[in-house]
Nanobody
Framework: QLQASGGGLVQAGDSLRLSCAPAGRTSSNNGVGWFRQAPGKEREFVAAIRWSGGYTYYADSVKGRFTISRDNAKNTVYLQMNSLKPEDTAVYYC??????????????????WGQGTLVTVSS
């Protein structure tokens, strides 16, 4: 399982960096994605990174504010979150993508979900 960490309570406009490990490249996964789930809402795609080429993908709601990156030496994928908004409040999860590229935003194409880390953004 991939474990997300680094969540916390911050104010609107602040930054936070989440970590996901172990997130190394294997023969059975194509990359890593971040999802989030707010209370009473469905889990939604946030960002993903593919091992091949390092291509990144973002939800429109976070594009320009969040950055996904990887550190191969540390087997860790990061989610840098800037200009946080109260609507970013959620439990953030990371998981391994095992599907084709067209499923990069689909939660069911991922596996290895950990417990997640809570991010709370106060106004």
């Amino acid at each position: 399982q991939l474990q997300a960490s680094g969540g916390g309570l911050v104010q609107a406009g602040d930054s936070l960096r989440l970590s996901c490990a172990p997130a190394g490249r294997t023969s059975s996964n194509n990359g890593v994605g971040w999802f989030r789930q707010a209370p009473g809402k469905e889990r939604e795609f946030v960002a993903a990174i593919r091992w091949s080429g390092g291509y990144t993908y973002y939800a429109d709601s976070v594009k320009g504010r969040f950055t996904i990156s990887r550190d191969n030496a540390k087997n860790t994928v990061y989610l840098q979150m800037n200009s946080l908004k109260p609507e970013d409040t959620a439990v953030y999860y990371c998981a391994a993508h095992r599907g084709i590229l067209s499923t990069i935003r689909v939660a069911t194409s991922y596996s290895g979900w950990g417990q997640g880390t809570l991010v709370t953004v106060s106004s």
